[in-house]
T-cell receptor, first 112, second 115 residues
Framework: GDSVTQMEGPVTLSEEAFLTINCTYTATGYPSLFWYVQYPGEGLQLLLKATKADDKGSNKGFEATYRKETTSFHLEKGSVQVSDSAVYFCALPMNRDDKIIFGKGTRLHILP | GAVVSQHPSRVICKSGTSVKIECRSL??????MFWYRQFPKQSLMLMAT?????????EQGVEKDKFLINHASLTLSTLTVTSAHPEDSSFYIC???????????FGPGTRLLVL
């Protein structure tokens, strides 16, 4: 069945470091792909999305490119900030019934 | 963007009591609302899908008599945890979706602690 696998955390980086959080998926067809972010004590927010192969979603300095050939949607940021500390979820919407399959989440700690 | 609120944000209750959590779409009509549960250090688990005016559809393994969901209007859905027990302690998150089936908008979540 459809699934999402993302790298386990926690990930700890210093401020201004380069960030990559890996995400791969298994799905039938060509779904959209999302990254959600959950800041401490808050609910999920949509961070970025891509709707078709080779699309690049971007927001707040984060980017992710939909790679059909590697079934990946890795999240990247060139220079992280302390305020980026959060849990990041890769997600795969199942279009047929609007359900969303989430990865397990990757906790990111940014040290000043 | 669209705003979804949840109330309360945090609740502590005694074992055996019932707790109601509200989910509201503040600036759009939500024909479909979803209820998720988040276990510590784990991903979200979809509990049920509710469409306005009809019975909720529960995911496998979720007790419908324990987690009562009501979606009586296009802006409000409620989740009632009946006869709560400590193992029901968790973070409950709702999301709402408009009639066009676009992006789900998530509420801020409700942390439930059952003593």
């Amino acid at each position: 069945g459809d699934s999402v696998t993302q790298m386990e955390g926690p990930v700890t980086l210093s401020e201004e470091a380069f960030l990559t959080i890996n995400c791969t998926y298994t799905a039938t067809g060509y779904p959209s792909l999302f990254w959600y972010v959950q800041y401490p004590g808050e609910g999920l927010q949509l961070l970025l999305k891509a709707t078709k192969a080779d699309d690049k979603g971007s927001n707040k300095g984060f980017e992710a490119t939909y790679r059909k050939e590697t079934t990946s949607f890795h999240l990247e940021k060139g220079s992280v900030q302390v305020s980026d500390s959060a849990v990041y979820f890769c997600a795969l919407p199942m279009n047929r019934d609007d359900k969303i399959i989430f990865g397990k989440g990757t906790r990111l700690h940014i040290l000043p | 963007g669209a705003v979804v609120s949840q109330h309360p944000s945090r609740v502590i209750c005694k074992s055996g009591t019932s707790v109601k959590i509200e989910c509201r779409s503040l600036d759009f009509q939500a024909t479909t609302m979803f209820w998720y549960r988040q276990f510590p250090k784990q991903s979200l688990m979809l509990m049920a899908t509710s469409n306005e005016g009809s019975k909720a559809t529960y995911e496998q393994g979720v007790e419908k008599d324990k987690f009562l969901i009501n979606h009586a209007s296009l802006t409000l859905s409620t989740l009632t945890v009946t006869s709560a027990h400590p193992e029901d302690s968790s973070f409950y998150i709702c999301s709402a979706q408009g009639p066009q089936g676009e992006t789900q908008y998530f509420g801020p979540g409700t942390r439930l602690l059952v003593l």
